[in-house]
């Protein structure tokens, strides 16, 4: 019933979360003496956990909420941790009294990982997530992502990174192929200018390259 609920909300009302413009992103640049201050779009990494991963019409509808803030998909994953794989990446949080049992849900089932891009992304995914603490956000932020989806504090939808460094780290630690500095170099203008399109079988934008007044295909 609350899922069918929840579902009803979002048909209704869509809603867009405003980020905390007081954290820059980890990537600016000016491109000459005099020209106004460019921001490139930021990196972020954010995870569907097992309790929604497992139901697509839920993921469904976040992805549709992630677009509709202005996200850009760089790059997906639909995975199945290890026990082992989630331990080594939750192992800052070995020793508290969470750990077991987060390892345990996060390698219970599949799970999918996303590379996401705007400005300020990781500031803005982390408030389009809503508060760790379910039980509360469904009260205080009830229009996030874990306010509409969420069902404990270990159930709790999604996960994001909290900082430009750990950004990185995560984002290797899913996507070992993906070459950051390749993608701002040779893939970014095309997100910064939306000159993409989405793909919806892969779950990822595609820049719109041209050769010979060809557009690259999904």
């Not at 000016?30 to 930021?42: D, V």
């Not at 976040?62 to 639909?78: C, G, L, P």
Request: hydrophobic share 35%.
């Amino acid at each position: 019933m609350a899922t069918q609920f929840a579902r009803y909300f979002l048909k209704i009302k869509r809603f867009a979360v405003k980020p905390n413009c007081s954290i820059l992103g980890f990537t600016q640049r000016c491109y000459s003496t005099g020209c106004p201050e460019q921001r490139k779009l930021q990196l972020t990494l954010a995870i569907l956990k097992p309790d929604v991963a497992s139901r697509p019409h839920i993921v469904e509808d976040i992805h549709d909420i992630i677009k509709e803030n202005n996200f850009f998909f760089v790059a997906s994953k639909h995975v199945h941790l290890t026990r082992k794989e989630a331990e080594e990446f939750y192992k800052e949080h070995h020793g508290k009294f969470f750990h077991g049992r987060l390892v345990n849900f996060m390698s219970s089932g599949h799970i999918w990982t996303h590379i996401l891009a705007r400005e300020d992304a990781i500031a803005h995914w982390r408030k389009l997530m809503g508060p760790t603490k379910v039980f509360k956000t469904i009260h205080s932020d009830p229009h996030t992502i874990r306010g509409l989806f969420g069902l404990t504090d270990t159930r709790n939808v999604c996960h994001g990174s909290d900082s430009p460094e750990n950004a990185l780290k995560e984002i290797a630690f899913f996507f070992p192929e993906f070459d950051v500095e390749k993608w701002y170099r040779e893939e970014e203008p095309f997100y910064h200018h939306e000159n993409v399109k989405f793909c919806s079988e892969s779950i990822v934008h595609v820049p719109e390259k041209t050769d010979k007044n060809k557009t690259e295909s999904c």
